[in-house]
């Protein structure tokens, strides 16, 4: 429920009356469960990772191929956006929320986007790319650009400029 819920509306909008009314538990129940609001917001940050992790292992698993595997996340990018309630990135949306770099919500941002990276360096670099680490900087940062470009403005141009320049990527350009 809170995934939706902070995805959709966002985290400090989404208020702890309106968790604890949406899930039909008491405070008392809400705070034995979580604790605070913080809580449950880490456990959406970090839900929302294993959620990434998840897809792109299986795709790791069902494809193999570093170039079929980054051909696949690309795909991936353009359906999200194209999704009816597509928000923008939910690690980007709750950053944006917690502007202090050390608030632990960005700590948790921070990690996943360093294993998103990694995941990303080592596709490229089983690809045989010139310069793996520099190419996965730049397929996040193209990917950073399309999904925030999509949710503020023109998903179709958006998309299309992520596809064209992370194609290139792949092929070493």
């Known amino acids: ?12 909008a ?7 009314a949406e899930a039909q538990v008491t405070k008392a129940t809400f705070y034995k469960q ?3 609001k913080d809580a449950l917001i880490l456990e959406y940050i970090e839900g929302r990772d294993q959620q990434v992790r998840t ?3 299986g795709l790791l698993d069902a494809l193999r191929a570093p170039a079929a595997v980054l051909s696949a ?3 991936a990018v353009v359906a999200d956006t194209a999704r009816p309630d597509f928000r923008g990135d939910p690690f980007l949306n709750a950053a944006a929320e917690f502007p202090a770099p050390v608030h632990p919500v960005r700590l948790a941002v921070a990690q996943h986007r360093d294993w998103f ?3 990303l ?7 045989g790319h010139p310069r793996p680490g ?25 998309t299309s400029a992520f596809d064209r320049a992370a194609r290139r990527l792949l092929a070493g350009d």
């Open 14 to 20: 989404t208020g702890i009356d309106r968790l604890i």
């Open 34 to 36: 979580y604790g605070s």
């Open 1 to 12: 429920m809170a995934d939706e819920l902070f995805y959709a509306d966002g985290i400090t």
């Open 121 to 127: 360096e080592d596709r490229f670099r089983e690809l």
């Open 73 to 75: 996340v690309i795909d």
């Open 55 to 57: 897809a792109l292992g």
């Open 134 to 158: 520099a190419a996965a900087d730049e397929f996040s940062l193209l990917r950073d650009g399309a999904v925030c470009g999509s949710y503020a403005g023109d998903a179709i141009a958006a």
């Open 117 to 119: 990276t990694g995941f």
